[in-house]
C-alpha cells in the first residue's frame, strides 16, 4: 500500500528557514505530480506547491508562497522536497504531502509534519 511519511518540522522563528523531505513507498503506479498542503489551525488544508513528476515537468506554487517556497523532487528515490524561507507566524500549521496520479488529484496523503513560526 502506499505510505507518505513526512519530515522535517519543528519550531522555529519568524524570519528562518525549514526543509521538510517527504517519502512515498509502496508506489505500484506512474506518480503524476508530488505536492505540499498546508492546514493553518482551524481552517482548511490549502495547495502550497507541486511539482510534475514527468522529465521537464514544471513546479507551481500558491501565491502566498512565491519567491519563498520551494519544491523541488527526487525522483529516483520518490521523493519530494519543500524548502521554506523567510518563514511567518501565518506559515505555522501542519504541512501534508501528497501524490497524484492523475491531473493534480491528490488520492494519497502523508500523517503531516507541524511547523510552528514564532513572532
Known amino acids: 500500500q502506499v505510505q507518505l511519511v513526512e519530515s522535517g518540522g519543528g519550531l522555529v522563528q519568524a524570519g528562518d528557514s525549514l526543509r521538510l523531505a517527504c517519502v512515498a513507498s509502496?508506489?505500484?503506479?506512474?506518480?503524476?505530480?508530488m505536492g505540499w498542503f498546508h492546514q493553518a489551525p482551524g481552517k482548511e488544508r490549502e495547495f502550497v506547491g507541486a511539482?510534475?513528476?514527468?522529465?521537464?515537468?514544471?513546479?507551481y506554487y500558491a501565491d502566498s508562497v512565491k519567491g519563498r517556497f520551494t519544491v523541488s523532487g527526487d525522483r529516483a528515490k520518490n521523493t519530494v522536497y519543500l524548502q521554506m524561507n523567510n518563514l511567518k507566524p501565518e506559515d505555522t500549521g501542519v504541512y501534508y504531502c501528497a501524490v497524484s496520479a492523475y491531473e493534480d488529484l491528490y488520492d494519497y496523503w502523508g500523517q503531516g509534519t507541524q511547523v510552528t513560526v514564532s513572532s
Open positions: 511539482t510534475g513528476w514527468s522529465a521537464g515537468s514544471s513546479t
Open positions: 509502496g508506489i505500484t503506479f506512474k506518480i503524476y505530480a
